[in-house]
């Protein structure tokens, strides 16, 4: 069966500082990739998708990036973080073009920016 | 573009009370829709899904949901709330972009308080 990891759980990081969330899926092949931030109190924001190694996709311009060194890994990264980055990091996974197939979501990270 | 609306943000009910959570979408074509619930502190997981065929659709946990098209809705119910069913409910519609991938669009969410 297929499983989506996340780590850390939970990050308490310094404004300015650089970021690192990992996601890593087991269990399939070459899986689309999603980054989603959740502010408090608000719905599910996509920040990038990834269909295949190295090929990442931007849905807001903003302070942070992603990477897709393998298959099944999936990197958000900060190089200085703002307070405005706090929140809910949720990595997904899905198969397949149609739009009928669903996500499957990791447990989060809650990044705090103090 | 297409968008989704929950116009609930708060809803409180006592346990064993009927529930119903409103979705309205907005998507030119037949729409793929989704409901989630997520527990505090947690990741999202799928309650059911409409994409063809019977309007009624059964998920987990007891829950179904009616897609209606003449009301663009796909409101989410259950006919005796347990206080496990407290949590945030995002309902989403999908879709296929030439990208190669398929996007889902996410409501703002209703947070559900169960009162014993």
């Known amino acids: 069966s297929q499983t989506i990891h996340q780590w850390p759980a939970t990050l308490v990081q310094p404004v300015g500082s650089p970021l690192s969330l990992e996601c890593t899926v087991e269990?399939?092949?070459?899986?689309?990739l999603y980054w989603y931030r959740q502010a408090a109190g608000r719905g599910l924001q996509l920040l990038f998708y990834s269909v295949g190694i190295g090929q990442i996709s931007s849905e807001v311009p903003q302070n942070l990036s992603a990477s897709r060194p393998q298959d099944r890994q999936f990197i958000l990264s900060s190089k200085k973080l703002l307070l405005s980055d706090s929140g809910f990091y949720l990595c997904?996974?899905?198969?397949?073009?149609?739009?009928?197939?669903?996500?499957?979501f990791g447990p989060g990270t809650r990044l705090t920016v103090l | 573009a297409q968008s989704v609306t929950q116009p609930d943000i708060h809803i409180t009910v006592s346990e064993g009370a009927s529930l119903e959570l409103r979705c309205n979408y907005s998507y030119g074509a037949t729409p793929y829709l989704f409901w989630y619930v997520q527990s505090p502190g947690q990741g999202l997981q799928l309650l059911l899904k409409y994409f063809s065929g019977d309007t009624l659709v059964q998920g987990i946990k007891g829950f179904e949901a009616e897609f209606k098209r003449s009301q663009s809705s796909f409101n989410l119910r259950k006919p005796s709330v347990h206080w496990s069913d407290a949590a945030e409910y995002f309902c989403a519609v999908g879709s296929t972009f030439s990208g190669g991938y398929n996007k889902l669009i996410f409501g703002a969410g209703t947070r559900l308080a169960v009162h014993p």
């Open positions: 269990g399939t092949s070459n899986p689309n």
């Open positions: 997904a996974w899905s198969v397949g073009t149609s739009g009928a197939n669903e996500q499957f």
